[in-house]
């Protein structure tokens, strides 16, 4: 069997969650696109995304989605996390609220989802020191009683986000290979 053939194996859903204007689009942007939205509208929403990873020196396709702005209206479908083997739950570490709202989220994802997904807690904007609500202790710490990996991003300077994505890939690819 070539190599090629093989590479079509590895074909993972991942979504992306957490309340509205926390950064998911932004992320995926940053991370398909190398692009950043100052003033996105949920509007810039796709509904997925396929990103070709380098795991362990296999091609790997992420196919990552996205919300075109449902969570507003909390009216994320089950197709959504349909088949989904990895998730990056996000909240804003200048808005507590996005932050108190993680578990409410993390039951909606074990509710619609039928195996257990890969999961990274995200804290994104973590450009924005002056305004931090949330601490990175806080963060690492609700990821650990839940037994989720945890980082903090910026998709504005773009840092860590692309160890985000591959963190989840990576960590399916070990339990799927
Ligand atoms: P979504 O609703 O979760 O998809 O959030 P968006 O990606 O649409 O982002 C909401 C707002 O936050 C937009 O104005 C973005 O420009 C801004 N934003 C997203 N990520 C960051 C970030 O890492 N740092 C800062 N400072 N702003 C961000
Ligand atoms: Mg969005």
Avoid: C
């Avoid at 909606?108 to 450009?127: A, C």
């Avoid at 910026?154 to 290979?177: M, P």
């Amino acid at each position: 069997r070539s190599e090629e053939a093989q590479t079509e194996d590895y074909l993972f859903k991942i979504v992306l969650i957490g309340d509205s204007a926390v950064g998911k689009s932004n992320l995926l942007a940053r991370f398909a696109r190398d692009e950043f939205y100052p003033n996105s509208k949920s509007t810039i929403g796709v509904e997925f995304q396929t990103q070709k990873l380098d795991i362990n020196g296999k091609e790997v396709k992420a196919q990552i989605w996205d919300t075109a702005g449902q969570e507003r209206f909390r009216a994320v479908t089950s197709a959504y996390y349909r088949g989904a083997v990895g998730a990056l739950l996000v909240y804003d570490i200048s808005r507590r609220l996005t932050f108190d709202n993680i578990g409410r989220w993390l039951n909606e994802l074990q509710t619609h989802s039928d195996m257990n997904v890969v999961t990274i807690l995200v804290g994104n904007k973590s450009d924005l020191k002056d305004a931090r609500e949330v601490t990175t202790a806080e963060g690492k710490s609700l990821a650990e009683a839940q037994g989720l990996f945890f980082i903090e991003t910026s998709a504005l300077d773009s840092s860590n986000v692309a160890v985000a994505f591959q963190t989840v890939v990576k960590e399916i690819y070990n339990i799927l290979s």
